[in-house]
């Protein structure tokens, strides 16, 4: 089948792939996957400022009208809802009054009401309880804690520069896992374990450029995304790690070119508990120029289930890489 649209020559989206070696046949990556490779790329991402800046959850989660949403982040409770004209409200998650979890409470016109006594919060500060700034990038919220991030506060979270808003599909997929935000980092700055541990989802992986340093700090990958079979979809991505907390990968050259998956850490306990929880939070912006894809922005709500089935079945062995570095790391076995 050909064609042209908009001046070029119709080509399918699909490849069906040569037969190649099956997955114990394949090259090993162990030797460039060098363990202070990825420790240096961690080094210098964690030494990047966040502001105090934590992602939260998708901001579909909070919605006008709807009931307020709670998380802990690094062990500090956060209640947020939104006012009636959707404005973006955050706080302590727990009532000035005597403490009840506000998570739990009701949103009355947009106000904030305790099913406990009935205190209500319109976002202003009372009886002690301050809000917390807050930003609504679209697709995330974030909120600024300066007692947990313990940086420079800055106006506004290092947000990844993204599609334009409304030209993709976007969905968030969370998950949680027994490490700290390190863990989970060092997961995404390891692009060589991807067809090794992944090889439902990739073939024909490779680490075209490693990071240079400072000035160039991108890892630089050949995949090819299985869809079924022999059929998948070859790409060029990027990985870079913007802040502390984030890695976004974006494709560079091929089907999708300039989609986005951005991986957020976010730490659900303090920095002293000794059982550490982190929340993956995962936002996929996909899109392509393609005239047909106007139909999947408009099947957007059939296919952000799809998309977070798919980032759950790559996080169920992600994370289980990030606990169980965590644990070696704890008990002072791992030497990366």
């Given at each position: ?13 699909l ?10 046949a ?13 420790a ?12 105090n ?10 919605r006008?009208?709807?009931?307020p ?31 009840a ?31 917390f ?55 995404r700055?390891d ?12 073939v ?11 000035e ?13 079979g ?32 951005e ?16 929340a ?31 980032a759950?079945?790559?996080w ?6 990030a ?10 076995r791992?030497h990366?």
């Amino acid at each position: 089948m050909s064609g042209r649209a908009g001046g070029r020559r119709w080509t399918p989206p699909l490849r069906r792939r040569r037969r190649g070696p099956g997955w114990a046949a394949q090259t090993p990556t162990w030797q460039r996957a060098r363990p202070a490779l990825i420790a240096d790329a961690l080094k210098r991402a964690s030494a990047r400022p966040s502001g105090n800046w934590f992602v939260v959850c998708a901001s579909r989660e909070v919605r006008a009208g709807g009931r307020p949403f709670g998380r802990t982040v690094g062990g500090a409770e956060v209640v947020l809802w939104r006012s009636d004209g959707g404005e973006l409200r955050a706080g302590p998650g727990a009532c000035p009054h005597l403490g009840a979890p506000l998570r739990d409470s009701r949103v009355v016109c947009g106000t904030l009401v305790c099913h406990w006594h009935g205190l209500a919060l319109n976002g202003s500060p009372f009886a002690g309880w301050q809000p917390f700034p807050v930003h609504d990038d679209g697709v995330l919220v974030w909120v600024r804690l300066d007692e947990v991030g313990g940086e420079e506060p800055t106006a506004r979270p290092v947000v990844p520069v993204r599609p334009a808003a409304g030209s993709g599909v976007d969905a968030v997929f969370t998950a949680t896992g027994r490490c700290e935000p390190q863990d989970v980092v060092a997961n995404r700055l390891d692009p060589w374990h991807g067809s090794w541990f992944h090889p439902y989802s990739f073939v024909d992986l490779t680490v075209v450029r490693e990071p240079g340093g400072e000035e160039d700090d991108v890892f630089v990958v050949d995949v090819s995304f299985r869809v079924a079979g022999r059929l998948v979809v070859p790409v060029r991505a990027e990985f870079a790690a913007p802040e502390p907390r984030t890695v976004v990968m974006r494709i560079t050259d091929g089907e999708g070119a300039t989609s986005v998956v951005e991986t957020h850490a976010t730490p659900l306990t303090g920095p002293d508990d000794d059982r550490p929880r982190t929340a993956v939070i995962e936002a996929v912006v996909a899109v392509s120029d393609r005239p047909g894809f106007a139909l999947a922005r408009a099947a957007a709500p059939v296919l952000r289930p799809l998309m977070r089935r798919t980032a759950g079945r790559l996080w169920r062995d992600d994370l289980a890489y990030a606990e169980r570095r965590w644990a070696l790391r704890s008990t002072g076995r791992f030497h990366g």
